[in-house]
């Protein structure tokens, strides 16, 4: 049997250890709270975030509800949701800008669509004239843009500067109208009218959604 004082020999206790392995202990332990605090905080930005994001497209979805277009409202604007987030002004300035380069890219659709040797020259008096509507909404977005810009909190023209904005994507509206209106007593065929209608039809239907959408700013 082991003597009593073997027994004390072979136990050394945590306070008897040596400098160097109660160093060691407590960086452990160190260690593991640390990462047991990293574990929580990432759990809780995770939880936030997918709060957040899912605030944020519910706000989406109630502000395209009283568009004209909805589900293209929605799809346009719901990559922009964490610079939007339940901002109304910065809603309608995602849409804004959203539909002025839909309008660069009709313009130069129809530029080309005009290059065509397959077409008559009313037909390609049509194209250009078109193509020419849709320029001056271009420039009409642009001016809705910095009107919007205009607009801040402490703003004492707020009422003021939203009717311009209103004013300009109207105008544009009425650009687009006009566009498909050029048809009307002339000789163009079937086929270039559902080609016209196609090319303009994506970006008409975002300048209305836009409209829809800076109305609700006064509301």
């Known amino acids: ?28 332990v ?16 995770i939880t936030t975030a997918k709060t957040s994001k899912t605030t944020y497209a519910n706000y989406l979805k109630t502000a395209c509800n009283s568009t004209t277009y ?9 990559p ?5 987030k339940t901002n109304d002004l910065k809603l309608c300035n995602t849409a ?12 130069a659709l129809l530029k080309t669509l005009s290059w065509q040797k397959v077409f008559s020259k009313t037909e390609v008096g ?10 001056d909404s271009i420039d009409e977005l642009k001016q809705a843009l910095r009107a919007l810009g205009s607009l801040s909190g402490t703003n004492n023209n707020v009422e003021f500067q939203i009717a311009n904005v209103k004013t300009w994507v109207s105008a544009a509206i009425t650009d687009v109208s006009t566009c498909t209106d050029g048809f009307d007593g002339l000789k163009v065929s ?22 829809a959408l800076i109305n609700k700013l006064i509301q």
């Open 30 to 45: 160190i260690s593991l709270l640390f990462v047991s605090n990293v574990e929580n905080s990432s759990a809780a930005a």
């Open 1 to 28: 049997m082991h003597t009593e004082r073997e027994m004390e020999t072979k136990f050394i206790s945590p306070c008897s250890a040596s400098p160097s392995l109660q160093v060691l202990t407590f960086l452990l």
């Open 126 to 135: 049509v194209i250009k004239d078109c193509q020419s509507e849709i320029r």
């Open 70 to 78: 909805p589900k293209l409202c929605y799809s346009s604007l719901y």
């Open 80 to 84: 922009y949701t964490s610079t939007i």
């Open 190 to 211: 079937t086929a270039l009218k559902v080609k016209i209608r196609r090319i303009i039809s994506n970006f008409a239907s975002l300048t209305s959604n836009a409209l």
């Open 96 to 107: 804004l800008t959203i539909t002025l380069k839909v309008a660069r890219n009709t313009s």
